[in-house]
């Protein structure tokens, strides 16, 4: 069975601090994606970043990491110094290629940054 | 470039009546398709998804059917609509190749009355 759980249903944080939204996926697959999506309030999903299974090197986009590890089966992502512009939902997501290419998304955790 | 839309971005309708949600993508050929529903406060849910003109494959029975009468077009209809209906509507695409990354159109907000 595939599933990625997203354990963290909400997390509040002040402005500046840093924060990790955890993400944990189940497959038998070798071959996969795993991805991150932003929902802002306006609703539209806005893809982050996606890595395949080959590729465990961490990944750093300015305030943004990823962290990717097949021996626990995660793919976490930490937000430093944070900002009132992250809040929002995230959804981390998994592709495999066995099937018919569906995404299964986690449940999304929402992320509040306060002033 | 690649872009999506959907129309109506937000919608206001009674129930039982019919529902027809359009989205559109330009910039890619023979693009895979999807329709997700989202319930308030809620993770996503995949309803439809295509991978070519005419195919159409369901992951939830309900009231609600899809079709694609163009490469680049598809609908999600209903004939008679149900609270439980209201929800945030996203279409989202991905390319042809198996290794195309999904991206989403800017929903369709529905509130079943």
């Known amino acids: 069975a595939q599933k990625v759980t997203q354990a963290q249903t909400e997390i509040s944080v002040v402005e500046k601090e840093d924060v990790t939204l955890d993400c944990v996926y189940e497959t038998r697959d070798t071959t996969y994606y795993l991805f991150w999506y932003k929902q802002p309030p306006s609703g539209e999903l806005v893809f982050l970043i996606r890595?395949?299974?080959?590729?465990?090197q961490n990944e750093i986009s300015g305030r943004y990491s990823w962290n990717f590890q097949k021996s626990t089966s995660s793919f976490n992502f930490t937000i430093t110094a944070s900002q009132v512009v992250d809040s929002a939902v995230y959804f981390c997501?998994?592709?495999?290629?066995?099937?018919?290419?569906?995404?299964?998304f986690g449940t999304g955790t929402r992320l509040k940054v306060l002033a | 470039s690649q872009t999506i839309h959907q129309w109506p971005a937000t919608l206001v309708q009674p129930v039982g009546s019919p529902l027809s949600l359009e989205c559109t993508v330009e910039?890619?050929?023979?693009?895979?398709l999807y329709w997700y529903r989202q319930a308030a406060g809620r993770g996503l849910q995949l309803l439809f998804y295509s991978v070519g003109i005419g195919q159409i494959s369901s992951e939830v029975p309900q009231n609600l059917s899809a079709s694609r009468p163009q490469d680049r077009q598809f609908i999600l209809s209903s004939k008679k609509l149900l609270l439980s209906d209201s929800g945030f509507y996203l279409c989202?695409?991905?390319?042809?190749?198996?290794?195309?990354?999904?991206?989403f159109g800017p929903g369709t907000r529905l509130t079943v009355l």
């Open positions: 890595r395949n299974s080959f590729d465990e």
């Open positions: 997501a998994l592709m495999t290629t066995s099937g018919t290419y569906k995404y299964i």
């Open positions: 910039g890619t050929s023979n693009p895979n």
């Open positions: 989202a695409f991905r390319g042809p190749t198996s290794t195309d990354t999904q991206y």
